[in-house]
C-alpha cells in the first residue's frame, strides 16, 4: 500500500476500499492473503519465456490503478479507481499445483469458446499449467454432470465456431454442493464465465470458499451480449452482435424498398438496455426509426410512432424500424406482460414485442383504410447469438482470458476483469451486480440517432404541449462515453 493510504472494509460487500491523497479511491478485490496470510510466493515464469524476453516492462506494478473517470474538472477529486490487470513479478500458485477450471453460464454469445481456449492456452503457455478442467452444463454441472478435459490441443479451433463446446444452461446454482464439489476434485482455480446473474452466483461461491478457509481463487468473465454490465468499456460478443444485425437490417431494407408502401421491421437483443438497437442503428443508416427501452414511446395521436410511420411512407415510400426486445412492454396489455413469468435464471419472460408491434400496426392501417402496407418481421436473434466472434471481439476475449488468468496466478480472488477507459481492471464482483448499464437518453450517443433516423422523441401525450418550451440550463451529463 502506498505511502499516505487508509485501507478499510465494506461490512455490507466486504469490498476492501483504499483511500489517499487529493480523493483518490481504490474500490479493491480480495486477495488468497487476506484470509490465508502466511502463503508462498514463488516467482513468474514468464520472467523466463521467450515470447515475451523483448517486453521492457511486462510486469504490472503492485500500486497500479485504472481511473474510473477520466473526463474532469481542474478541481475534481482524483475519484474512484481499479486495480490494474496483469501479470505479476510474484505468483502465489507453482504451475504443478494448479487444478484450474472453467465453466459457462446463461445466455449463447460470440466469442464463448475464444474465452475458453484463451483461458487454457493462457494457462498452459504463459504459467506451464496441466490440469485444466471444463464443466459441462454450467453451475449445475459441477454436481450434476462429468467434467471434460480441455488441453491446447483440444480447444485448439473452438474460437471458429459458435455456442460454447462446455455447454451452458440457466439456474442450477447450489453453493454448498459447488464448492464441495471444487473441494472434492482439488481444484484451485475457478473461471465463471456469465451475465450479472452468473457472476451473483460466483460472489456466493467465493464468499463460501473464503468462509472454509480454502486456497482457491474466483475469477469471473462478463458476459452480455446486450452490453448491459456496468463498469466495463463493453462486453465481448457486442461488436460481433452488432456486425451481424446489420445483415438482418439490410434485409429488411431491401425488402421494404422493393414493394410499394413496404415497411421493415426488426427485432433485436437488448432486455434491458438498447445498446446493440442503437448502435446498429447508427452503423446501418438505413433505419427509419429506433425503439429502445429507455425511450419510452406511444403509438396513437399526434407526435405518435402510427403518425411518423404514415409521414414516412408518404415521404418514402418504404421504411425500417428496428426495435430492441424489451422497448414498448409498458404498452402491452395485462395480459401479454406474463409478469409472474421468470426463466431458470431468474430473468421475467417477455412478450415478443415484434410480433406484438407489427400486429398494432397491421391492424391500424387496414383500419383507417388510408393506405395499404407490406410489413416484413425479421427476428435474428439466434442467429446472432449462435455465430463465433468476429476479429474485434477474438482479439478482446483474449486480452480478458489472460487477464483473469494474471489475476488468479497473483493470488487474487472474487474479482471480475474487463476494459475500463481503455485499460483491463480488476473489479469487484458487487460493482458488475449492483446494477445494469443502459443508454443514457440525454446523451450525445442517442442524440447522434435522432439525427440519423429523423425520429420524433416520442414526448408521452400529455406532456406534449403546443407551445414553445422554456430553455433549460446547460448541465455536465455524468456516464457519458461519447
Known amino acids: ?12 460487500t466486504n469490498m476492501k476500499v483504499i483511500q489517499g491523497e487529493a480523493g483518490y479511491v481504490l474500490e479493491d478485490v480480495p486477495h488468497l492473503t487476506d484470509y490465508l496470510p502466511d502463503l508462498p ?61 472453467v465453466v459457462t453460464c446463461g445466455g449463447l454469445c460470440p466469442g464463448l469458446n ?72 482439488g481444484i484451485n482455480q475457478v473461471y465463471i464465465i456469465g451475465g450479472d446473474g452468473t457472476q451473483r452466483g460466483a460472489s456466493v461461491i467465493f464468499e463460501e470458499i473464503r468462509r472454509r478457509g480454502l486456497k482457491v481463487a474466483v475469477a469471473g468473465i462478463p458476459k452480455t ?63 427509419d426509426c429506433c425503439l429502445i427501452p429507455e425511450s419510452p414511446f406511444y403509438l396513437e395521436g399526434k407526435g405518435g410512432l402510427f403518425e411518423y410511420i404514415e409521414k414516412r411512407l408518404k415521404e418514402n415510400g418504404h421504411m425500417v424500424i428496428v426495435i430492441a426486445e424489451g422497448a414498448g412492454l409498458d404498452l402491452l396489455s395485462a395480459s401479454l406482460q406474463n409478469t409472474d413469468l421468470k426463466d431458470a435464471s431468474g430473468n421475467k419472460l417477455l412478450p415478443d414485442v415484434g410480433l406484438w408491434l407489427s400486429q398494432r400496426i397491421k391492424d391500424y392501417f387496414s383500419g383507417q383504410q388510408k393506405m395499404v402496407i407490406n410489413l416484413k418481421h425479421i427476428d435474428p436473434t439466434y442467429m446472432i447469438r449462435a455465430i463465433p466472434g468476429n476479429a474485434s471481439d477474438n482479439v478482446y476475449s483474449t486480452l480478458l482470458s489472460h487477464s483473469a488468468v494474471h489475476g488468479a496466478m497473483a493470488g487474487y480472488t472474487g474479482f471480475v476483469v474487463g476494459p475500463v477507459n ?45 407551445k414553445e418550451e422554456p430553455q433549460t440550463q446547460i448541465q455536465l451529463v455524468d456516464g457519458g462515453k461519447y
Open 1 to 12: 500500500m502506498g505511502k499516505g493510504m487508509e485501507c478499510s472494509e465494506n461490512s455490507q
Open 41 to 101: 510466493t514463488f516467482p513468474n515464469p514468464l520472467q523466463s519465456n521467450p515470447a515475451y524476453a523483448v517486453v521492457k516492462q511486462y510486469f504490472v506494478n503492485v500500486d497500479d490503478s485504472v481511473a474510473q473517470k477520466i473526463v474532469v474538472h481542474k478541481d475534481s477529486p482524483r475519484g474512484v479507481h481499479f486495480r490494474r490487470a496483469g501479470p505479476r513479478q510474484k505468483i502465489y500458485f507453482e504451475s504443478d499445483e494448479v487444478h484450474a477450471c
Open 114 to 185: 475464444t474465452v475458453i481456449r484463451e483461458i487454457v492456452c493462457g494457462l498452459y503457455h504463459m504459467y506451464g499449467v496441466n490440469k485444466i478442467l471444463g464443466i459441462d452444463g454450467g453451475y449445475r454441472g459441477f454436481y450434476a454432470k462429468n467434467t471434460v478435459p480441455l488441453t491446447p490441443k483440444i480447444v485448439d479451433d473452438i474460437h471458429k465456431r459458435g455456442g460454447t463446446i462446455l455447454g451452458t444452461s440457466r439456474g442450477g446454482h447450489d453453493t454448498s454442493k459447488i464448492v464441495d464439489s471444487i473441494q472434492d476434485r
Open 225 to 287: 451480449i446486450d452490453n448491459d454490465i456496468p463498469v466495463i468499456d463493453k462486453s465481448f460478443g457486442f461488436d460481433t452482435a452488432v456486425e451481424e444485425a446489420q445483415r438482418a437490417i439490410n434485409a429488411a431494407h431491401v425488402e421494404a424498398g422493393s414493394i410499394e408502401n413496404g415497411l421493415g421491421l426488426v427485432k433485436l437483443m437488448g432486455r434491458y438496455s438498447g445498446f446493440i438497437a442503437m448502435y446498429a442503428t447508427l452503423a446501418s443508416r438505413d433505419v
Open 422 to 466: 481503455g485499460r483491463h481492471a480488476m473489479i469487484p464482483f458487487n460493482r458488475i451486480t449492483e446494477k445494469q448499464n443502459k443508454v443514457v437518453i440525454t446523451d450525445r450517443m442517442w442524440a447522434r440517432v435522432l439525427a440519423s433516423t429523423n425520429q420524433p422523441s416520442f414526448l408521452n401525450p400529455k406532456d406534449f404541449i403546443e
